[in-house]
């Protein structure tokens, strides 16, 4: 399948900073999508880019779907406790990243 | 709100035995998928279906089945289950657009 390569793989940041993580294909995608994983849950949806070059924002969230259509990246703002977990990027419906764990520490 | 539901939380099987996962959508979404997770792997695709009896083999099907008999049910079976199934599986539906709604995950230990 196709493989996506996203990067940090984790990350221990101080509450307050601002995170950014991207992932990157081989492949063109016509979509990308991030997702959040908390702890014993499954992935939740968080922002879904359908164009290239589109920037979306979701409260504190803003991702953007690479020109080239082969990456995408995902900024936090302000970092705030809750916002621990795995970030997963997706190509498409069912291609996945190996994921960003975040540790925000207060 | 919309829901995608996992019959198990938590399961535990010994090696060779038929292991049923069933996964409920409320939410009439004609995809549904299934994936397992494992550290440092991401999710991995093993199958999914577009319609009720329908089915596709993902990226990892060897070891497991599927059944689709209703539109909202999405069973994966392991016929014999191994220690190398030891995994969190997780369930997620969609509609023609690319989102999709999980399920909380079934984390299943094969003994």
């Known amino acids: 399948g196709q493989q996506l390569n996203q990067s940090p793989q984790s990350m221990f940041i101080q509450e307050g900073e601002d995170v950014s993580m991207n992932c990157t294909s081989s492949?063109?995608?016509?979509?990308w999508l991030w997702y959040k994983q908390e702890p014993g849950e499954g992935p939740v949806l968080l922002i879904a880019?359908?164009?290239?070059?589109e920037l979306t924002s979701n409260g504190r969230l803003t991702a953007q779907f690479g020109i080239t259509r082969k990456d995408s990246f995902l900024n936090i703002s302000a970092s705030i406790p809750s916002d621990v977990g795995i970030y997963f990027c997706?190509?498409?419906?069912?291609?996945f990243g190996t994921g960003t764990s975040l540790t925000v520490i207060p | 709100d919309v829901k995608v539901t996992q019959s198990s939380r938590y399961l535990v099987k010994r090696t060779g035995e038929k292991v049923f996962l069933e996964c409920v959508q409320d939410?009439?979404?004609?995809?549904m998928f299934w994936y397992r997770q494992d550290p440092g792997l991401g999710l991995r695709l093993i199958y999914f279906?577009?319609?009720?009896?329908?089915?596709e083999k993902g990226d990892i099907p060897e070891g497991y089945s599927v059944s689709r008999e209703k539109k909202e049910r999405f069973s994966l079976i392991l016929e014999s289950a191994s220690t190398n199934q030891t995994s969190m599986y997780l369930c997620?539906?969609?509609?023609?657009?690319?989102?999709?709604?999980f399920g909380p995950g079934t984390r299943l230990t094969v003994t």
């Open positions: 997620a539906s969609s509609t023609h657009r690319y989102e999709q709604y």
């Open positions: 492949s063109i995608f016509n979509t």
């Open positions: 880019l359908y164009k290239a070059g």
């Open positions: 997706a190509g498409n419906q069912f291609y």
């Open positions: 939410m009439d979404h004609e995809n």
């Open positions: 279906s577009y319609d009720v009896k329908m089915k």
